[in-house]
């Protein structure tokens, strides 16, 4: 389907972004004879490490500390790195969520750091007796801002797109974490020892995304066939 611009501008443009937007919604179809794609994540060489200066509300924050920029593991594995399939437009359905998606502000961090989501709701809480102001980003675009001064306060806010979402604190520079708004049910967040997995993929073509808050992108291209279990080692690698 291609996409044109209407002659009247304003109604146009409108409907441009309506119509090219359809085109790009996944499809839920039953998915026969899929292949899965496993395996893991590497890193090689020394890890980076940041240094992480609380500057305020030091009996909640704690004091300086070192924090690794990627979480090495067991024989180089890369913990919480997220592995998806670019660009897929129809395979298996979505799985039912068991909860709303939450991100909570707990002794002036994030928790989770890394968590993959679609598209929709996501819960912001604050378990400290101290203010926070979570404000998350699409690249430089903000998607939202709110403050939550009371320990015990929560707020529903929307991720409405894919893509990697930024959240940092106002009151407290230091704190970050990313959110990964997915397109599609091809993903896998990587654990301890680097291992991820995705099943029932229609057989085809792909482009393999692994990608990790300090290194940035890598893609790979794989094929898929029917039936077989391909493996598979990423290196991330310094930017």
Known sequence: MSCKTSVASGLGILSLVLACGATQAYEAIDVAGGGTLEGRVIYEGRVPVKKIIPTKDGQVCGGPREEPQV??????????????????????????????????????????????????????HNSDPVLH??????????????????????????????GMVRLECDAHGWMLAHVFVADNPYYALTDATGHFSMTDIPPGDYTLVATQSYTGDTETTVTVKGGDVQALTIELSKP
Request: with cysteine; proline share 10%; net charge neutral.
């Open 71 to 124: 979480y090495v593991g067991p024989d180089k594995g890369v913990q919480d790195a997220v592995v998806y399939l670019k660009e897929v437009s129809r395979g298996k359905p979505w799985g039912e969520p068991e909860q709303t998606p939450v991100i909570d502000n707990k002794d002036c961090r994030f928790h989770p750091a890394m968590q993959i989501i679609r598209a929709g709701e996501i819960d912001i």
């Open 133 to 162: 102001n979570t404000r998350a980003f699409y690249g430089r675009r903000s998607a939202f801002n709110v403050a939550l001064p009371n320990a015990g306060d929560q707020v529903t806010q929307e991720l409405p797109r894919p």
